[in-house]
């Protein structure tokens, strides 16, 4: 018997309190969908307060700062997303899925580098606020690739 989760709960009284019918393949995105949101705002607090304390008290590169807080905060993501959020493949390879999750977050955290260089070199905008902007971003290729490739 398939016992449903708070989450799952949750997400279906908000659906139902909207009159929004939807299959359950569709439902079941959206609860993962609310999932990956949770996990990824605290992955979010985590690599924020990391940045700020390494890159405004610390003094800190920006650059660097940003590798560590990504660092810390994936470690985090990797093992909420495995164990909460995607139904994660169990044919494959555990240590692909790691790899895979890992390359992809590498990207993610060049894309950032990328966003918040041009943001900070070239047009002079607050370190925290182009890491807020990278972010929002970058959460977006990060679902979708996880999506793709966990499950």
Do not use: C
Not at 27 to 47: H, P, Y
Not at 85 to 102: A, E, G, H, M, Q
Request: charged share 20%; net charge positive.
């Amino acid at each position: 018997m398939n016992k449903e989760d708070k989450t799952t709960k949750f997400v279906k009284k908000v659906l139902a309190i909207f009159h929004i019918k939807v299959k359950p393949k569709t439902e079941k995105l959206f609860v993962q969908i609310f999932k990956f949101g949770i996990v990824g705002v605290i992955a979010t607090i985590i690599d924020w307060a990391v940045f700020y304390l390494a890159n405004d008290i610390l003094h800190i590169h920006y650059a660097i700062s940003a590798i560590l807080s990504f660092t810390i905060s994936v470690i985090y993501n990797y093992i909420a997303s495995v164990r909460w959020v995607f139904d994660v493949n169990k044919k494959k390879d555990p240590k692909r899925n790691f790899i895979l999750f890992i390359v992809f977050s590498i990207i993610g955290l060049i894309l950032t580098l990328i966003i918040m260089s041009i943001g900070v070199d070239i047009f002079h905008i607050n370190a925290m606020l182009m890491k807020i902007i990278a972010t929002v971003i970058v959460m977006v290729f990060n679902f979708i690739t996880r999506k793709i490739f966990l499950e």
